[in-house]
């Protein structure tokens, strides 16, 4: 793959994040109104229904036609099966958690990535990657402390343990993510891990997936353009970047989660969310420096 400037993936990685970021403000709503598993069975229809159309005019990564080949079949589906276990324990965490602590938690995810990346996708996990991704992390811890301070009901409890579960899955999604991005292009891995959610969940839905009412269609229907957009925006950056660039702007996220917590749920932004702000953009900007040839060189030394 021709290596161009990360400039463009970093900028469509970070709108795609933005748009995750407020997606999970419309998710929480449909969650608390409808619970998670039907929120995202709806949201998963609605958006397999706008990316389908889209997906038969644009085609497949190779040019082709139709279902793409069995090698980028099987991470759809592979990745597919990941991201619905770790969505649905995710915003089973979400209804029960203040949206800026749900994506603290969540934050173990890029750090593990970034190993998991090096060991499956053959990456040189880089010095300034791991120091920025560090920093980043102290950010979101900093944000945390402020938050953790009070008492926890057994709800709370099941919560942040969902999301922490979901962690995990979320670092084996984002490797998987670069892989599948290099097989298949931004449309057709939107639309078939959309689908493929979608069947997934549909196994559960008679029990799990009653219809919603018909005010919580508009906040669906929101939720499913931020997501598809998202899928797209970073299908797009991580086929152009390596992951290790990448994966530290995950922390961006916090950002949007803290204000969209702001201003749809009134959770209050200190001092200290600031602080923690600063700290994760000050380690994205050291772990998205390029390094000087001799530093490179004495690295892989």
Request: with cysteine; hydrophobic share 55%; charged share 10%.
């Amino acid at each position: 793959m021709k290596r161009t400037s990360p400039l463009l993936p970093i900028l469509a990685a970070l709108t795609g994040l933005a748009c995750f970021g407020v997606m999970d403000g419309f998710m929480k709503i449909a969650a608390l109104g409808v619970g998670a598993y039907a929120a995202l069975f709806w949201r998963n229809l609605v958006g397999s229904l706008i990316m389908f159309p889209v997906w038969l005019a644009r085609g497949n990564k190779d040019g082709s036609r139709g279902l793409p080949g069995r090698a980028a079949m099987k991470l759809h589906l592979m990745r597919s099966g990941v991201s619905g276990v770790m969505a649905v324990m995710f915003f089973y965490g979400l209804a029960r958690t203040p949206v800026a602590e749900a994506m603290a938690l969540s934050f173990i995810a890029p750090l593990m990535a970034l190993y998991l990346a090096a060991a499956t996708l053959g990456e040189e996990l880089s010095k300034r990657a791991v120091a920025g991704s560090v920093l980043a992390l102290a950010g979101v811890g900093v944000i945390a402390a402020g938050k953790f301070g009070g008492r926890y009901d057994t709800e709370s409890v099941h919560g942040l343990i969902a999301i922490l579960l979901s962690a995990v899955l979320y670092a084996w999604n984002l490797v998987l993510q670069r892989r599948q991005s290099l097989l298949a292009g931004p449309e057709e891995t939107s639309f078939f891990q959309t689908f493929f959610i979608f069947c997934l969940l549909g196994l559960g839905a008679w029990w799990f997936a009653p219809p919603p009412p018909a005010q919580m269609w508009l906040v669906l229907a929101a939720s499913a353009v931020l997501s598809t957009g998202s899928l797209m925006l970073l299908s797009w950056a991580y086929a152009r970047a390596e992951a290790q660039v990448l994966v530290p702007l995950e922390y961006t996220a916090f950002i949007w989660a803290a204000l969209t917590g702001w201003v749809v749920f009134s959770e209050p932004l200190t001092l200290r969310t600031l602080a923690g702000v600063v700290l994760i953009v000050a380690g994205c900007l050291i772990a998205l420096r390029r390094k000087p040839a001799q530093e490179a060189a004495a690295e892989r030394a």
